[in-house]
Each structure stands twice: as C-alpha cells, then as structure tokens.
C-alpha cells in the first residue's frame, strides 16, 4: 500500500464535542428516547475483497451471460476506452430475496419499450417481460424515465412518469395494477434515489410536502396510492426547492415551422446550490430506515415502528468551504460544460448551450461547510456502508465506514480495495442482495451494456 493510503488509515482523530442539530423530528412525533451513541474517532482497517459470480451483457436483442471468451473480449473493449456510457445510465437493478436480479432497462437501449429481465444467481435468464412504453424523444431528453422497486417476493412496482402512472406486476411479470399520478404525486423535490422496502410492494422516496422534507412509503391500493410518512428529515433554510447539487439542464422544445424543418431546443440551466446537505437514506433488512440529513457524521437509525432509535456519530468534522474550495468545484463544473455541449450538439445550438451553463455557474452558491458523509448505503443482512467525503470534495469519495444499526462500529476501507465497484458506488448504480451479492452497472459497447455481480466476504455484509 503506497503512503497515501496508509496515512488515510492510520489518521487518529482528536475527539471533540460535535453539536448536532437535531431537527429531525419523527413522523409520527411520539415522545420515544433516542440513544445517542459515540463511535471511535480512530479508524480501524478493514481488509475487503469480492468473488465475481457473473457477468451479464444487455442490448437490444436481450440478455446474456458471458463466458470467457466474451468476457475477454469485453476486458479488450474496456482497455480501448471504446464503450457507451449513455446507454448505462437509465437503468434500474434491484434483487429479490431469492437472489434474483431484476434488471430494468426504461428505454436507455430501445426507448419505444420498458423491460425487466429477471435473472437467476448464477446469470441465466429466467424471464423478461414488458413493462410499459415511452416516447423515444422525450426518453432522450428524460433524466429519469422510471423508477421501480422489487419487493422480496419478486413483484415490482414501476413509476412511469413519462405516462404519468404507477404499475405493479406480479412475481410471474404479469400487470396487477395501475394508479394514475397527479401533478401533485410525480416526487416534487425528491433529493435521493427511490428505495425499495424489501418487506413489501412499497416505494420509499423522499419529497417536500407542506413546507417539510418527509421519507414516506408509497404503495397502490387498487388504482390508488397511499402515503404513510416514516419520518421528518432537515432541511438547509439557503436550500432552493429548484436547484441542483451539480450542473444540471433541460431542454425545451422550440416550435418549428415549415420553413425550418431541422427542430431544436432551447437550453435551460437549473439554479446551482454545491455542498447544501441533502438526505441520505436506505432501508434496513429488518424494516426501519437509516438516513443523514446533516453536514455533521450522524447516522440516524428509524425502528419498524417508526421511532427514531438511535443516532450514530463519529468526531469527524466537516470542512468549510474556503475561496480555494470554490474555485476549485467551479472550475470542475466548466470542464463538464464541454463534455455535454458535444454530447447535446445535435439539438441546439453550442454557443448558446455553452453560454446557459457557463452562466448558471458563474451564480453558483455554495453552503459553508462541507458534509463529513457523501453516500449512505445498507446491505441486504444489515450492515451501513457510510462513504465519508474525500480530500476533494468533487472527486473520487473517501474512506467507507461499515457500521451495525445497532451502533457497533465494524471498521474502515478503501473503496479501491473494492475495483469497479467502488467506482459504480457514486453513481448509485450498485444493488445489494441476499448472501453477500452486489450488482453494479458499467457502460458497455456500441448501445449495449454489462451487468456485474460479486459477492462480499462475511465481514462487510
């Protein structure tokens, strides 16, 4: 292991006094005791590797798992730089609790049809099946199409939001049922992935309703939803309902005439808000919830019963957010500017694309300090994986902290220990399932995509 790496987990922390401020009041409130519990401020090395189990390649003819000839071919594709990373970034992976990975792909391959493939642990197709439609312009320009949650029996739940309805389909893929979404119910505000509950057809999201920022479970009820809040999360008073954490656009058609037949878009930056702590949050294999909701290192831990049972900290403070830091995270989002005004050229104009982002990032605001805590993931036996932030905050994420719900601190490692996987961990692209399996997704080759799945050791499970 090089220096950097050795001091990164050889750093002893002095333990100060951390002032949490906690406004995260429950839903329902009740009048429940929360347990504060202080981690170790020094870290404890963790030594983490994964076994691959297989490797699934998707494209518009279906699914397959490669064997080693075909994975040799892919390992030449990956070396060449060559793949696709537009086709990747719509899908949606989630295991049941047989170990089955279900994989939807919301149109990123052919956006004329949503499909789930269901596969087996060892990759074999089990089945696949359709799961609504799309309009392949507006899935082009959609930064997502679908949503969906895959209960522990196999069934799942999509949002389409490009049709405006949520469907449930069976264990065997066959439709179930089917709620209208009112402008009201499309997720307003939603500041984190939707979750599955695993212990139901449910959708865990987060949204901003009556002035407060609330987690709650959305499930059908013949052609229904119904909400049941699990609990009241912070939220920054400098936050913009309206703003995004990066750059972030859309695009608005431009009416064409006849005498121009060539239709374009008119460009349109969202407001730009960097470090402003936004909810981090994932389901417990239990029930309950384990979210973060500050820019301090406290995990707040949500019982079954809907009570706010412990919150777990760690003396790691965040850092302010100084005239170098700014620079720094504007020149980053220049950089990015390039990069989406060759991918969009096509559909409007560059120098006008170019100019909308530049500007929206000049008027860039920032919080003052930085969150101590990036990511915030659980696996599917139980365990926190806590993905502090990094050195730079808008590069590769620091060390992962594994902790139990309980409040029992595990150990530290470096998300490079873990390769590609580490890597696909700050896209959100990464699903836990039962007996140690990950899945991740990677860009794939001429509009098609690779599936991997691993499985952890005992210890980080």
Same mark, same amino acid.
């Given at each position: 292991?090089?220096?950097?790496?050795?001091?990164?987990?050889?750093?002893?922390?002095?333990?100060?006094?951390? =002032?949490?401020?906690?406004?995260?009041?429950?839903?329902?409130?009740? @009048?429940?005791?929360?347990?504060?519990?202080?981690?170790?401020?020094?870290?404890?090395?963790? #030594?983490?590797?994964?076994?691959?189990?297989?490797?699934?390649?998707?494209?518009?003819?279906?699914?397959?798992?490669?064997? !080693?000839? =075909?994975?040799?071919?892919?390992?030449?594709?990956?070396?060449?730089?060559?793949?696709?990373?537009?086709?990747?970034?719509?899908?949606?992976?989630?295991?049941?609790?047989?170990?089955?990975?279900?994989?939807?792909?919301?149109?990123?391959?052919?956006?004329?049809?949503?499909?789930?493939?269901?596969?087996?642990?060892?990759?074999?197709?089990? $089945?696949?099946?359709?799961?609504?439609?799309?309009?392949?312009?507006?899935?082009?320009?959609?930064?997502?199409?679908?949503?969906?949650?895959?209960?522990?029996?196999?069934?799942?739940?999509?949002?389409?939001?490009?049709?405006?309805?949520?469907?449930?389909?069976?264990?065997?893929?066959?439709?179930?049922?089917?709620? *209208?979404? @009112? !402008?009201?119910?499309?997720?307003?505000?939603?500041?984190?992935?939707?979750?599955? *509950?695993?212990?139901?057809?449910?959708?865990?999201?987060?949204?901003?309703?009556?002035?407060? $920022?609330?987690?709650?479970?959305?499930?059908? @009820?013949?052609?229904?939803?119904?909400?049941?809040?699990?609990?009241?999360?912070?939220?920054? !008073?400098? #936050?913009?309902?309206?703003?995004?954490?990066?750059? *972030?656009?859309?695009?608005?058609?431009?009416?064409?005439?006849?005498?121009?037949?060539?239709?374009?878009?008119?460009?349109?930056?969202?407001?730009?808000?960097?470090?402003?702590?936004?909810?981090?949050?994932?389901?417990?294999?239990?029930?309950?919830?384990?979210?973060?909701?500050?820019?301090?290192?406290?995990?707040?831990?949500?019982?079954?019963?809907?009570?706010?049972?412990?919150?777990?900290?760690?003396?790691?403070?965040?850092?302010?957010?100084? #005239?170098?830091?700014?620079?720094? #995270?504007?020149?980053?989002?220049?950089?990015?500017?390039?990069?989406?005004?060759?991918?969009?050229?096509?559909?409007?104009?560059?120098?006008?694309?170019?100019?909308?982002?530049?500007?929206?990032?000049?008027?860039?605001?920032?919080?003052?300090?930085?969150?101590?805590?990036?990511?915030?993931?659980?696996?599917?036996?139980?365990?926190?994986?806590?993905?502090? =932030?990094?050195?730079?905050?808008?590069?590769?994420?620091? !060390?992962?902290?594994?902790?139990?719900?309980?409040? $029992?601190?595990?150990? =530290?490692?470096?998300?490079?220990?873990?390769?590609?996987?580490?890597?696909?961990?700050?896209?959100?692209?990464?699903?836990?399932?039962?007996?140690?399996?990950?899945?991740?997704?990677?860009?794939?080759?001429?509009?098609?995509?690779?599936?991997?799945?691993?499985?952890?050791?005992?210890?980080?499970?």
């Amino acid at each position: 292991m090089d220096s950097r790496k050795r001091r990164s987990f050889s750093l002893t922390l002095a333990c100060a006094a951390l =002032t949490l401020a906690l406004a995260a009041a429950l839903v329902p409130a009740g @009048a429940h005791a929360q347990q504060i519990i202080d981690l170790p401020g020094e870290d404890r090395r963790l #030594e983490v590797e994964t076994e691959q189990v297989f490797i699934g390649q998707l494209n518009t003819i279906g699914w397959r798992t490669l064997g !080693p000839a =075909t994975r040799f071919l892919r390992w030449i594709r990956r070396s060449s730089g060559s793949s696709d990373a537009r086709a990747a970034l719509k899908v949606r992976i989630a295991f049941d609790a047989q170990g089955h990975l279900h994989v939807l792909d919301p149109g990123a391959l052919d956006p004329r049809h949503w499909r789930i493939f269901v596969v087996d642990p060892e990759g074999g197709l089990v $089945r696949d099946y359709k799961a609504g439609e799309g309009d392949p312009e507006a899935a082009l320009f959609s930064s997502r199409p679908a949503e969906f949650v895959v209960a522990s029996d196999g069934s799942t739940v999509v949002a389409d939001l490009l049709k405006s309805a949520l469907r449930s389909y069976s264990p065997g893929g066959e439709p179930e049922r089917e709620a *209208s979404l @009112a !402008p009201a119910d499309l997720f307003k505000g939603v500041t984190a992935p939707n979750r599955p *509950s695993r212990t139901s057809e449910a959708l865990l999201t987060v949204r901003d309703s009556g002035g407060e $920022r609330i987690i709650e479970q959305v499930t059908l @009820a013949g052609s229904t939803m119904e909400r049941r809040p699990v609990a009241t999360v912070w939220r920054a !008073p400098e #936050e913009d309902e309206g703003a995004s954490a990066g750059l *972030s656009f859309s695009m608005l058609n431009r009416d064409a005439t006849d005498a121009d037949s060539d239709l374009r878009y008119r460009p349109v930056a969202m407001p730009i808000q960097l470090f402003v702590p936004t909810v981090r949050y994932d389901v417990l294999a239990g029930g309950g919830i384990a979210f973060v909701d500050s820019s301090t290192y406290a995990v707040k831990v949500v019982g079954p019963d809907g009570e706010l049972s412990r919150i777990l900290r760690r003396p790691l403070r965040p850092k302010q957010v100084t #005239e170098e830091v700014r620079s720094r #995270e504007m020149e980053r989002l220049r950089e990015r500017t390039e990069s989406y005004v060759r991918t969009f050229r096509s559909q409007t104009d560059p120098d006008e694309f170019r100019g909308v982002l530049l500007e929206a990032i000049e008027d860039a605001s920032f919080y003052p300090e930085i969150p101590a805590i990036r990511r915030l993931r659980t696996t599917w036996e139980g365990s926190l994986w806590v993905w502090r =932030t990094g050195e730079e905050p808008g590069g590769p994420g620091g !060390p992962i902290d594994v902790l139990t719900p309980a409040g $029992r601190y595990l150990g =530290t490692f470096d998300p490079e220990d873990l390769g590609d996987l580490g890597t696909r961990l700050s896209s959100g692209q990464v699903a836990f399932g039962p007996d140690g399996l990950v899945a991740y997704v990677e860009p794939g080759w001429q509009e098609s995509l690779y599936v991997v799945v691993v499985r952890l050791l005992a210890e980080v499970r």
